[in-house]
């Protein structure tokens, strides 16, 4: 695919169809994954899943989106991304219509698995399409801070979306109101995204394939399940992968990759990123409903207000890292991040809380926002074009896995105190002295060449 050089402030036309065919596919997935949270006794009453198994409509969609992103990323280099993007959009529309029309939780459950593997397949596809149409420096910078603000914004826009539709509807039009997007996204697709091409196609690393979605997938049902074996098994399974792929004659990820210090920190710092802002989350709706006693809706509007904080991030966070560098932006955003936390620890039991509470979660999101697009600029640049799709795919997945596990894991911390009040705060405390840890070690690795 050839590269497009763009100057920073204006797009054509025709690029501008092609910026709201990738990023509105990307942000209708951000929005699958949060849409039913609020929604999960309706949806458990309407298929008949217990409360006890509730939990599982959010796994059976992350273990997918987690486990196989790497490889889709790395199969879309070799067979084509926008193939791989459009059979991804497929799959989500006929997954969202299974679940639609679900009447058991078997099938609303491999709906949710289904959804999960979609994107998996189309969020690396789509990423890597905006990488190597837009050249890298300011028109790349710019696009991956849209695409930042679109992500983000659908967490926030998928717990108001889900909130209302479940009021005015049922819990159903969840699922079918992405048919006719995403329909509408594989129809306009052949006419503006060019299929990538494919210099010398190696064939693929199947036994490395295997076993890192293995070891991915046990590693994240680890965390969720809190199974000793599934992380014995996740750690044999990786361990196995990496062996293979030093011996590997057309490997997965290349060593050398990995090997890349802006890959390598620019992925762990992502980690961190992920791993933290959506577990504050968590335990800050687990504050406004639980202490404070909003409703579902109020909540939403909650985070709905500062959540535009990350609009103007992913619009400012290209020219500044224009000025000052990715790795300089994804420092600061981190610091940003954990310092609005800081506020958090003092929450009490009362509605005036939420004068301390609106302005930190502002200012929390711009600077998680901001540090989104620099982890991914970070982590995609310098790479030739051929493995665009294997760079996305670890970003995404590193996204995934991140989101995956920092709830559980945070949530477990709360659940060490007797006092619901008390856990959250320490569970928030311990989100701040993590994400501060990281841009400790960030800074003294990742260190500007």
Wanted: proline share 6%; net charge positive.
């Amino acid at each position: 695919m050839s590269v497009v050089a763009l100057p920073p402030a204006h797009f054509t036309p025709r690029q501008r169809a092609v910026l709201a065919v990738l990023l509105g596919a990307g942000f209708l997935l951000s929005i699958d994954f949060s849409i039913l949270n609020v929604a999960l006794p309706q949806v458990g009453a309407g298929v008949g899943l217990d409360l006890t198994s509730l939990p599982w409509v959010s796994t059976a969609f992350v273990l997918p989106a987690a486990g196989f992103t790497l490889v889709c990323g790395r199969l879309a280099d070799l067979f084509g991304r926008r193939r791989m993007f459009r059979s991804g959009m497929a799959l989500l529309a006929a997954a969202s219509l299974l679940g639609g029309v679900a009447t058991t939780p078997e099938l609303l459950l491999t709906a949710r698995a289904l959804q999960g593997f979609a994107t998996a397949m189309t969020l690396p596809a789509a990423l890597s399409l905006l990488t190597t149409t837009f050249a890298e420096g300011r028109a790349r910078d710019r696009v991956l801070g849209l695409n930042g603000a679109l992500l983000s914004g659908g967490f926030t826009v998928g717990a108001l979306v889900g909130g209302a539709l479940v009021g005015l509807l049922s819990w159903r039009a969840a699922f079918f109101m992405n048919v006719p997007v995403a329909v509408a996204i594989l129809v306009a697709t052949p006419f503006l995204v060019t299929e990538s091409t494919v210099p010398g196609r190696a064939r693929p690393d199947l036994p490395g394939a295997l076993t890192v979605s293995g070891g991915l997938l046990a590693l994240v049902y680890a965390v969720i399940d809190k199974s000793v074996l599934a992380a014995v098994a996740g750690i044999v399974l990786l361990t196995a992968f990496w062996l293979i792929e030093r011996r590997s004659p057309a490997p997965l990820v290349p060593p050398r990759i990995l090997a890349r210090r802006t890959v390598k920190w620019g992925n762990f710092a992502g980690l961190v990123l992920f791993a933290m802002e959506p577990a504050v989350i968590f335990l800050t709706t687990l504050y406004l409903q639980r202490i404070l006693g909003l409703s579902p809706w109020a909540t939403g509007l909650v985070f709905g207000v500062p959540g535009l904080a990350s609009v103007a991030a992913g619009v400012l966070a290209g020219r500044v890292i224009g000025r000052f560098g990715s790795r300089v932006l994804l420092a600061a955003g981190l610091t940003v991040q954990a310092l609005a936390t800081l506020p958090l620890l003092f929450l009490g039991p009362g509605r005036g809380a939420l004068l301390i509470l609106l302005p930190a979660l502002f200012v929390g999101f711009f600077g998680h926002v901001a540090a989104i697009v620099a982890y991914t600029v970070t982590a995609t640049s310098g790479l030739p074009d051929e493995e665009q799709g294997l760079a996305t795919g670890l970003t995404s997945m590193t996204q995934q896995v991140g989101i995956t596990v920092g709830i559980p894991v945070l949530s477990a911390v709360a659940a060490t105190q007797a006092v619901e009040l008390t856990g959250i705060h320490l569970a928030l405390g311990v989100a701040v002295a993590i994400t501060l840890a990281g841009v400790v070690l960030l800074t003294t690795k990742l260190k500007e060449s």
